[in-house]
């Protein structure tokens, strides 16, 4: 069998740096895939970003559910984490945090009531910021600045 010339091997730090282009490549052109799962919570869809943060505009039928305090949605952006949540905290006001329980790591509810409890049974919960309410868990959901301009929620996510 013959020998790939090492020229051709794919250098794996190589491999990284040029996929990070590309994924910003992708972004600087508004569209980055996104798979979600369930209706309500999520759908196959795609994730605008703009000056690397992730734009959600409330004009979308898909995000319409934000419009309205005390709603919340799921975003997946990677398959290999949890979704992001995000909530209508006020008519002012929004939040971002991770769907990770901070107790041991089950995944987080949509609000009711403006409660999100944790999946897992052991009596998490936490309000529509991500900020610990009662249970187990020791610290608040991590959470990502967000903005609220001109309907359009603005959410710095780290995207890479
Ligand atoms: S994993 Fe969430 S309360 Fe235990």
Redesign the pocket.
Known sequence: MQSMPPDYLLDRRKFLSDSGRLLVMISSFGALACACKKEGESRLTELVIEKGRLVLDLNESRYHSLNTVGNGLKIEITRQEKPLIVTRVSETTVAAFSSQ??????E?LLPEQGVLA????????FDLTGQLLS???KSNLPSYPTQLIANRIHIAYPLG
Not at 101 to 106: D, L, N, R, V
Not at 118 to 125: D, E, F, K, R, V
């Open positions: 329980c901070t107790h041991a790591g089950y987080i944790c999946s897992s049974g052991h009596g998490g919960a249970g187990p868990p």
